[in-house]
């Protein structure tokens, strides 16, 4: 049986962005999934919680920005954003 959990993270893999680098992905034992996105001095972690809210943070050189956002079938701006303008893998 497939864990809720892991059908979080695989419906969430389907709304990220194409063209992005590929996140750690880990879940814990309260089964809280998170996705880790690490690039020099650029980061972000978003946490997906079982009732489709999304808790991201991201750091940005010496900026922040963070927030809760919800997922509703797809990829919130503030985080497909961040992921696109950041993220992208080199070609």
């Known amino acids: 049986m497939i864990s809720d959990a892991l059908l979080i993270a695989m419906r969430f893999s389907k ?3 194409e063209g992005i680098q590929n996140p750690w992905v880990s879940i814990d034992d309260t089964e809280k999934v998170s996705f880790d996105w690490e ?35 797809g ?10 303008r950041y993220f992208r893998r080199e070609t």
């Open 15 to 17: 709304l990220l962005p």
């Open 75 to 84: 990829m919130p701006y503030p985080i497909g954003d961040i992921l696109t």
């Open 39 to 73: 690039n020099g001095e650029l980061s972000l972690t978003v946490i997906l919680k079982p009732d489709d809210t999304a808790v991201y943070a991201a750091l940005i050189g010496t900026a922040s920005e963070h927030g809760t956002a919800k997922i509703n079938g």
